[in-house]
């Protein structure tokens, strides 16, 4: 007779209620104060019936907050929570995108604290339809708390307990069980194993004297002592235990007696639909409570709360580990969960398990919401899971969508729109009755395709069925700068190639992408055609040059058709080939092979990926000499290599080194998925600096459930070479240029003024009085600025009106319409410096009644110099944005490492070289920047203080 645990439970309560505490009865409330919040912006989306997706971008005093919530209405009928766990068992790790799209789930988070070693378990239980899928062992402490949710939908979050027998009806002894599905270090404790743990028991694995008592049908089949792992049964379980009078005691049970399992709990696990274990109770009857498990510091957070009538379950994540998000302790994620209506609530496995994963229902593909700290998500042992079983309905609702809001006159925009019921499952919608309409500009619509003829903001609406659903965009005026982000490529002869995306400037430096249809292209030597924005190449092997023109920007493309191959080497001997692995885990070796495509022989890289956890490597690493790296000769654009494979599916890459000391990693091939020789080749990227080494050639496992083995044959190295372009006259790029980037005269009523560094030291480091002309330059101007400060003995020789130091603390000044404001960026950021002045600067920009402002950082804003925190910077450049709509005008001055001038968005970032002086030539890096003020129109130049002296040419 099939059985599972949920059969043969017996509840130890006697009351009406299931959920009763059984932990500690007043909670250890505490204080935690809220940082100040200085942003934050909330985008909502229904993933189905019943739950709702919130992201939440909060910018606060003590750093940004990623906080992404789930909200489930546990009054929905067609919306569960459920577990989430790898089919393969217990102790088989999964990510979290992989379980919700195993179990075709809508959502999920991660969910329990597990230890790794000596095989994955958690540290609380996981309970299903009433059957108890894991608990470690009962004697384990502290006692830890979990979330429940009964067949009523009921939510709790208690403390689990339970007391689990098995009685041998036969001989009339019972023996305690320590664990289901969880073991721990020693094997000492008595743990049942069902099918939930996988296929086999445990053996030998880690130890010769493991007792393993196999029952099937509630009938003992076998009793074994250090043997290997056996099947476990699919209507039974294994008990096992090591030790010697735990051994003892199981060993007892023989072949043929009838045992029964009885296992008690409280909460009463028969009511239980679905509970996992969790770390801490951090908020309790809307208090907060002192954490049960210590987890201390900032650090990514995974949650699980209920609001206080128990209708919602609210899922939260916020990250953390990052240069942007600092994460939380477990006091304040039970203030976040409060703030976020919860009244009870459970802090989960958090750092780098911190996981939330959205399937969309008219997806199959599972997207992860959040940014896990390690980079990439982490396989973790279980999770929640978030399903909805809805049908489908009648259509209720559309969603336009497009790729960019913004546009250029004379372009055009694609719109998409998907139909959805009222249950939000998606509903197949007939294309050919949908009726786009716009208004606020001229424009022309064609299927579901808007070209714009005049500029302005525009609202296009797409109608079916008298179902309608708008988007706005914002037309702007003529391109007056192309660019993309491929500078050259090479391609086959007769193939084609997608062109890269393109992207437009307007005179203001706002930006749009552009499609390809929209660009007129034109080629130099003939290398071929471009059509529906697809390049197709010539039949011979020429170089020449792609161009693209809109308005008055222009791109150049370089282009190469067709390669000649040259070999590099033909593994004719293991001098200078060395073989290494990661981590130690990993073995294997390298060797010489008769089957060869090259000459005589071949190498044969052998591995072995069966041990060991997350990525694993083997290398067979070029050498010259003494150094690492194979010397590639010339500028080749790709690289060719013949490999026997082994139909393992690994991943075969390669490192390659450029001039510059920069490693790059390159793909031969993601899958080898074949036998026999096949020759694969892999483009070299394009931001190397030649001349190259390449240093290794590995194949590497990342994903922690495949545990192959395998060996590899390397022949024929091959690099491929371009045809050379020669001497070619190429058309102009274009370049965005600042209408405001002139020199202007001062009229009658306005006024000037010079923003500068003081060159300390510079008389010193020249030998002559250099700091009295930069002097008598600074004093043509009405006000002096200096981003570094000004010495009293700089000083002396100034008589401007007015001077600003901008390399101190916050503080605005004004003059006739300019607003002069000098944040201190000292430590590469606001926040960082002083979280303060945040309040300041938006009062300021919110308030300011001149039309001119000028803002002061002693740093940049952006690149590699820029804020630490590059979130911090876009919230700054959207504010001032935002500022600038409102009709004003914005310089942003700061300094750096050289001079540098961008246009953005209307926001003009000047920089200006800052660097200490180090040696005399250092003078002639030296510039001033000179702004001229006549009323509202603000221009300025940038020019250096001393011109370098002409280099004679000698006979």
Same mark, same amino acid.
């Given at each position: ?435 786009? +309409?716009?208004?606020?500009? #001229?424009? &022309? /619509?064609?299927? =579901? *395709?808007? !070209?714009? @003829?005049?500029?302005?903001?525009? %609202? ?22 192309? +660019?993309?982000?491929?500078? #050259?490529? &090479? /391609?086959?002869? =007769? *193939?084609? !190639?997608? @062109?890269?995306?393109?992207?437009? %400037? ?34 011979? *092997? ?414």
């Amino acid at each position: 007779m099939k059985k599972n645990l949920k059969k043969v439970f017996v509840s130890l309560l006697t009351a009406t209620t299931i959920f009763t505490s059984t932990g500690p009865v007043l909670a250890n409330k505490i204080t935690v104060n809220m940082p100040y919040s200085i942003y934050q912006n909330i985008e909502k989306n229904n993933i189905s019936s019943g739950v709702v997706h919130e992201k939440i971008m909060r910018f606060t005093t003590a750093g940004w907050w990623n906080i992404n919530v789930l909200r489930i209405n546990l009054l929905d009928p067609h919306t569960e929570i459920k577990s989430l766990i790898n089919p393969n068992g217990m102790p088989s790790r999964d990510k979290v995108s992989s379980m919700v799209e195993k179990h075709n789930a809508v959502a999920g988070i991660n969910g329990d604290f597990f230890n790794y070693s000596p095989m994955p378990s958690t540290l609380g239980a996981l309970i299903e339809n009433g059957e108890l899928l894991t608990a470690r062992r009962d004697d384990a402490k502290p006692l830890l708390p979990g979330f429940f949710v009964d067949f009523l939908n009921n939510a709790n979050i208690d403390y689990f307990q339970r007391t689990m027998e098995a009685t041998n009806l036969t001989k009339g002894n019972k023996i305690n069980i320590n664990a289901v599905n969880n073991v721990s270090t020693y094997f000492d404790a008595v743990t049942l194993l069902n099918k939930h743990w996988g296929p086999k028991s445990i053996g030998t694995k880690f130890h010769n004297d493991l007792v393993e008592v196999v029952v099937k049908n509630d009938i003992v089949t076998d009793v074994r002592v250090g043997q290997e792992a056996i099947d476990i049964p699919e209507d039974g379980y294994v008990l096992i235990v090591r030790g010697y009078q735990k051994s003892q005691e199981l060993q007892t049970f023989s072949v043929g007696d009838s045992i029964e399992l009885n296992i008690s709990s409280t909460p009463d696990i028969n009511n239980i639909k679905f509970s996992i274990g969790g770390g801490s109770y951090i908020l309790k009857n809307g208090e907060l409570n002192r954490p049960d498990l210590d987890s201390p510091g900032n650090a990514p957070r995974t949650g699980i709360g209920i609001n206080k009538d128990g209708t919602e379950v609210i899922l939260v994540t916020i990250d953390g580990r990052d240069t942007s998000f600092k994460g939380v302790t477990q006091e304040m994620f039970g203030a976040i969960f409060k703030e976020l209506g919860a009244y009870n609530a459970l802090n989960l496995d958090g750092g780098g398990s911190t996981a939330m994963a959205i399937k969309p229902v008219d997806s199959q593909k599972a997207v992860i919401v959040n940014k896990p700290s390690e980079g990439a998500e982490r396989p973790v042992v279980n999770g929640v899971g978030v399903f909805s079983n809805a049908p489908v309905g009648e259509l209720s609702y559309i969603k336009v969508s497009t790729d960019d809001s913004n546009m250029f006159i004379n372009t055009t925009r694609e719109f998409t729109v998907k139909g959805y019921d009222q249950y939000h499952n998606p509903v197949t919608i007939d294309e050919s009755k949908l009726v786009f +309409t716009q208004e606020g500009v #001229n424009g &022309n /619509i064609a299927g =579901n *395709s808007f !070209k714009a @003829l005049s500029q302005g903001k525009a %609202k296009i609406t797409a109608n079916y069925d008298n179902i309608t659903n708008s988007i706005d965009i914002n037309v702007l005026g003529n391109v007056k700068d192309l +660019t993309t982000d491929m500078s #050259n490529f &090479n /391609i086959d002869i =007769n *193939s084609e !190639k997608t @062109l890269p995306i393109f992207y437009g %400037k307007d005179e203001n430096g706002y930006q749009a992408k552009i499609y390809p249809e929209d660009i007129t292209f034109t080629t130099i030597n003939n290398i071929g055609s471009v059509t529906n924005g697809i390049f197709y190449s010539a039949d011979t *092997s020429v170089a020449g040059v792609l161009t693209a023109k809109l308005g008055e920007g222009i791109e150049n493309i370089l282009v190469s058709i067709g390669s000649e191959g040259k070999l590099v080497e033909r593994f004719e001997s293991l001098d200078n080939l060395r073989f290494s692995a990661y981590p130690e885990t990993v073995i294997g070796g390298i060797g010489l092979s008769s089957d060869a495509k090259e000459g005589n022989s071949s190498i044969s890289l052998k591995y072995d990926f069966s041990q060991g956890e997350n990525t694993r490597a083997a290398y067979l690493t070029l050498m010259n000499g003494e150094n690492i790296g194979l010397p590639i000769q010339g500028v080749p654009r790709k690289l060719g290599l013949w490999v026997n494979g082994d139909n393992s599916g690994s991943w075969l890459r390669g490192t390659i080194k450029d001039n510059k000391g920069n490693s790059h990693t390159i793909d031969f091939v993601k899958t080898i998925d074949w036998t026999g020789w096949q020759f694969v080749t892999t483009n070299i990227p394009s931001n190397v600096s030649y001349p190259i080494v390449l240093e290794k050639i590995y194949p590497v496992e990342t994903d922690n459930l495949k545990k192959q083995s395998g060996e590899l044959l390397f022949d024929g190295l091959t690099a491929f070479y371009p045809p050379t372009l020669g001497n070619i006259v190429l058309p102009t790029p274009s370049t965005l240029k600042d209408s405001k980037n002139i020199k202007t005269n001062v009229n009658k009523d306005g006024f000037s003024f010079a923003v500068f560094m003081e060159p300390k030291g510079l008389n010193q480091l020249v030998k002559y009085d250099a700091s009295s002309k930069i002097k008598s330059k600074i004093n043509t101007h009405k006000i002096a600025i200096s981003l570094n400060g000004m010495s009293n003995e700089f000083v002396k020789g100034l008589t401007n009106y007015a001077r600003i130091d901008a390399s101190g603390a916050y503080k605005r000044n004004k003059h006739q319409d300019v607003a002069f404001i000098n944040v201190n960026t000292g430590k590469n950021g606001i926040r960082e410096t002083n979280a303060e002045q945040w309040n300041k600067l938006k009062a300021d920009l919110n308030g300011t009644t001149e039309n001119n402002i000028v803002l002061l950082f002693p740093t940049p804003i952006f690149g590699s110099n820029g804020f630490t925190d590059t979130l911090e910077a876009d919230l700054l450049h959207k504010h001032l944005v935002e500022t600038r709509e409102k009709g004003k005008n914005i310089f942003v001055v700061h300094g750096g490492n050289s001079n540098t001038s961008d246009l953005k968005d209307g926001i003009r970032y000047i920089g200006l070289n800052t660097k200490t002086l180090g040696k005399p030539e250092d003078i002639y890096d030296l510039s001033i920047i000179e702004f001229t003020v006549n009323g509202s129109d603000v221009t300025y130049t940038v020019s250096p203080l001393f011109e370098k002296p002409g280099v004679k040419v000698g006979k």
